[in-house]
Structure formats: structure tokens, C-alpha cells
């Protein structure tokens, strides 16, 4: 099945997978209920596997057109997927990280939001990484850590992951 579904987005062209990841994100954002982020990441995954990296701009984009706690969810599960660094064959885009910090900065996010963008942001923070795009996103953790998060159990759930992020990237 992911196989397919690779080979399907494979043959689209840079516009028609920029379609995709609008539309794809558009249905989520008006689905009811919480996003699927399971979903949304293996649709990154599979995305980067077909050689669109560069819809992660798409995603951000999307995000910054109508500012919410719900899209910065929506497309932080996406670019989990699309940022994992086992699939991505070219570097991320520091500009495109960047983009991502300032709306977290901007939403002040709690939830959910806070949880997948962190997500998003740890897969940016690895070995392979440049050493410009270590330190935007170590300072980014490092501004996450100050943050409260409710319930107690989430708080403690996003500092372990942040300072997971922080130990991996720092090797």
C-alpha cells in the first residue's frame, strides 16, 4: 500500500503535490475532532519518499495564511513526516525551520499544537544537520523548556522530548 501510494505521488509534478499537501491539509483542518497526526506523518513520509521534500514550504505557507493552534498542529504532524531525516535525501531549509519557530512563538501553543510541533522541530535537530540549523533549533528547545504545559503529564512529556532532542543534537 505505502508502496503505491509512493509510486502515485512519484509521478506528480511539483505543482500537483503542492496541490495534494493544500488539500490534504484543508481536509484536516475541517474534519471534526482531533487531527490524525499518525496519518498526516506517514502522508510526509511518503511524500519525501516520492522526492517532494520541498512541499514542507507548501505546509508552512498554509500555516502562516490564517494563524491558528489547529493548523500549526495539522502541519506539524505533516512536516514530522516530511523532516524525518532517514528519508530526506537534501538538507532542510533553515529559512523553513525558522518558519516554523515563529509561529510556535506566535500561537504560544498548549496541547496538542504544542506537542507535534515539537515533534517537528526535534526531527529537525540531528547529526547531519548544518551546524546554522543546531543552533536555530537548540535555541528553540531551549525556549520550549521554559514553558508550562497542562495537564502536568504533557509538560513533563515535552520537556523529556525536548531534552532528548537537545542530548541527540549536541552529538
Known amino acids: 500500500m505505502i508502496s503505491a501510494d509512493v509510486e502515485k505521488l512519484r509521478a506528480m509534478n511539483r505543482e500537483a503535490a503542492s496541490r495534494f499537501v493544500q488539500s490534504l491539509l484543508s481536509d484536516c483542518e475541517k474534519a471534526a475532532g482531533s487531527p490524525n497526526f499518525d496519518r ?3 502522508q510526509g513520509i511518503i511524500l519525501v519518499r516520492a522526492g517532494h521534500e520541498q512541499v514542507d514550504a507548501v505546509a508552512l505557507n498554509w500555516l502562516h495564511q490564517d494563524l491558528s493552534a489547529r493548523r500549526l498542529d495539522i502541519a506539524s504532524a505533516l512536516l514530522n513526516g516530511l523532516w524525518h531525516v532517514a528519508y530526506r535525501h537534501s538538507p532542510l531549509e533553515v ?7 515563529a509561529a510556535r512563538r506566535r500561537i504560544e501553543p498548549q496541547g496538542d499544537a504544542a ?8 526531527q529537525a ?10 543552533n ?4 528553540a528547545l531551549q525556549e520550549i523548556l521554559q514553558e508550562k504545559h497542562e495537564p502536568p503529564v504533557l509538560d513533563k512529556l515535552i520537556h523529556s522530548l525536548a531534552e532528548d532532542a537537545l542530548r541527540r543534537g549536541s552529538t
Open 95 to 101: 529559512a523553513n525551520v525558522e518558519s516554523l519557530i
Open 115 to 122: 506537542y507535534s510541533s515539537l515533534q517537528a522541530l526535534s
Open 40 to 42: 498526516l506523518n506517514s
Open 136 to 139: 536555530v533549533v537548540s535555541l
Open 125 to 134: 535537530l540531528h547529526a547531519k544537520a548544518s551546524v546554522a540549523l543546531r
